[in-house]
């Protein structure tokens, strides 16, 4: 079960960004192919988004926490995927009676349409298939199999695009669409229960009852706890389209839908780690190792600003050329909406790692008062400006929630116990973002509304936004090769080549300092005057900060080594115990 954090990060970020990728190819046939139904389509996604918190979010963050404990306990994996698992049949049980009584009640009809009321007895099919397939999901995250867990993400997507969309575009309309959905996870349920039984039998996980001294105070508590904290931290981004969708118009709704979905691309690398954070944090709270954990949320929150700050510069710069190149022409009105959202989104990415180091813990009733304060903050503003200024104030309104998350969260941070942002080098990261945005607005400028812009910009702007990051020192040459050796071949060979550069020009350096004479250990070093020896303790003074830096440096890398080393083991491992089943 164990692996190292870094691992599981690249494992999730890879595949999020091939979803990525699907999601461009996806989201703009789905605007071709269901026109104004898009704008029902999305708000019937946040709708089941919302009530999907009270069947699901409980079950997947619980199992993920507790399996990854390894609680020194007989059965504790059996105990923990059985509980969950038997949670799990049964909300979803209750969940899918819910919305099907709803639609056959005239509840549906009453109050959205005719046409919801089929939408919701498809709905209430989904609640099944997603509840499994979240909780095969987050039970493989508890294992540390991160590299099976997110293919499944994408086979999911891959099954979507080719039933849904490919239904879309033979005229079957948002049901189509629903189907879709349907067939993906319940593909990919099957074949993640199927994992999880190579790790542990589900037949005796669900048959086999936990002792009565068994944590099922614990376990419910948390469960509870984590459904609230999911309910605030979804409002913020569902909410805002669902008043959007009942105080506004239908075509307006389908726009910032657009606009949200190019903003959020800033939560890329947030997502994933907040995916692996909570588990991985788990049990570094439970040995109680409170520097690591300051360490780790410091250097989280850097890169997170990094990446976050590099890609609001670069949808900002490109949504105009992207929007009317990737949809129809007149989602080029979702800009304005991308521009109010950029700043929020940054904050609420910011936000993201931190909430997950916090759940770690399991002290969740200070992340519930953040998330909370911010969203009732969040339904205040949309109520107040939607009615008035439409997808505009929806998105200013948003935004400014956004931006909240991250400063209750670094208070929250400090309330459990760990600071994310002292060492995180924030003013250099925002002076790095400043100084790149410039040279990279220009080269926008100069290649003009053309597809070689898209081309271009990105790796030329990064290029730049990497220098200007080194150079005022939000980010160091160690940590950049660090990346890319822990990243896969044949980037990690290339790392491991940098390194050994890296370190030979170090030791070049270092032999050099050694063969010159130290002044301060000779006698006229001990007769130094006043002034010389104020001259010298300046020296000295820096000289033991830069001690401290390459100490740091030192012990990072030793960390890391220690998790490519334990990763590998954990390979091996895994390839034995194939080959004793095989025999």
């Known amino acids: 079960m164990k692996r190292s954090i870094t691992s599981g990060f690249l494992s999730i970020v890879s595949i999020k960004f091939l979803l990525i990728g699907l999601d461009f ?24 988004a919302i009530y999907m918190i009270f069947v699901s979010s409980g079950v997947g ?8 404990e390894e609680r020194d306990r007989a059965h504790w994996d059996e105990h923990v995927v059985g509980f969950y698992l038997r949670m799990a049949i ?15 009640t005239g509840i549906v009809t009453s109050r959205l349409g005719t046409s919801y009321r089929t939408y919701f007895y498809l709905l209430s099919l989904l609640v099944l298939s997603s509840q499994f397939r979240e909780y095969t999901r987050r039970t493989l995250m508890g294992f540390g199999l991160e590299r099976y867990s997110e293919p499944l993400l994408f086979l999911d997507k891959i099954l979507f695009i080719v039933v849904g969309v490919g239904l879309a575009f033979r005229g079957h309309g948002v049901q189509g669409v629903l189907i879709g959905h349907m067939t993906g996870a319940v593909t990919t349920s099957i074949v993640g229960l199927a994992l999880i039984n190579r790790t542990v039998s589900l037949r005796t996980a669900i048959a086999r009852i936990p002792p009565k001294d068994f944590p099922r105070r614990e376990l419910f508590t948390f469960n509870a706890l984590s459904i609230v904290l999911i309910l605030c931290l979804t409002s913020l981004y569902q909410l805002d389209v669902m008043m959007l969708g009942v105080l506004g118009t239908t075509q307006e709704t389908a726009y910032y839908k657009i606009s949200l979905t190019i903003a959020e691309f800033l939560w890329i690398v947030p997502l994933a780690l907040q995916n692996v ?21 410091a250097r989280v929150t850097r890169y997170t600003l990094l990446f976050t700050l590099l890609l609001a510069i670069g949808i900002g710069t490109l949504a105009p050329v992207a929007l009317p190149i990737v949809y129809p022409a007149e989602y080029i009105a979702s800009y304005g909406p991308i521009l109010l959202l950029l ?34 903050g969040n339904i205040a503003l949309n109520a107040l400006l939607i009615p008035r200024y439409g997808m505009y104030g929806a998105a200013v309104a948003t935004s400014i929630s956004y931006g909240t998350m991250f400063v209750f969260h670094v208070w929250s941070a400090r309330e459990i116990g760990f600071d994310p942002v002292t060492g995180a080098r924030i003013p250099r990261v925002i002076f790095a973002g400043g100084v790149a945005a410039l ?16 081309v271009i910009v990105p790796p030329m702007g990064a290029a730049i936004f990497l220098v200007a990051a080194v150079v005022v020192g939000a980010l160091d040459v160690e940590e950049i090769i660090t990346l890319l050796e822990a990243a896969p071949d044949p980037i990690g060979s290339f790392g491991s080549t940098l390194r050994a550069k890296f370190d030979g020009v170090d030791d070049d350096h270092g032999a050099d300092d050694h063969e010159v004479p130290d002044d301060d250990a000779s006698p006229v070093g001990e007769r130094q005057q006043p002034e010389d020896r104020s001259t010298a303790a300046e020296s000295n003074a820096v000289s033991s900060s830069d001690a401290r830096e390459r100490l740091n ?31």
Not at 350 to 359: D, F, M, N, T
Not at 440 to 453: A, E, M
């Open 277 to 297: 954070l909570l588990h991985s944090t788990s049990n570094i709270w439970s040995n109680r190792n409170h520097e690591r954990i300051n360490s780790l949320a």
């Open 439 to 454: 040279p990279i607005g220009l080269l926008v400028r100069f290649l003009g509304d053309s597809i070689f812009s898209l």
């Open 25 to 48: 190819l996806s989201s703009p046939l789905l605007t071709r192919f269901l026109g104004e139904g898009y704008g029902d389509y999305a708000f019937l996604m946040s709708i089941f």
């Open 61 to 68: 963050d619980g199992v993920r926490k507790y399996v990854a």
């Open 553 to 583: 440096t030192i012990e990072t890398r030793i960390e890391r080594q220690n998790e490519r080393i334990e990763s590998q083991r954990q390979t091996i491992e895994q390839l034995i115990d194939e080959l004793r089943r095989g025999r």
């Open 343 to 376: 700043p929020g989104c940054v904050g609420f990415a910011l936000a993201r790692p931190i909430l997950a180091i916090g759940q770690g813990k399991g002290d969740l009733h200070v992340l519930i008062a953040s998330t909370g304060a911010a969203a009732v």
């Open 90 to 104: 049964l909300l979803a049980a209750i969940g899918c009676l819910g919305l099907a009584l709803a639609a056959q």
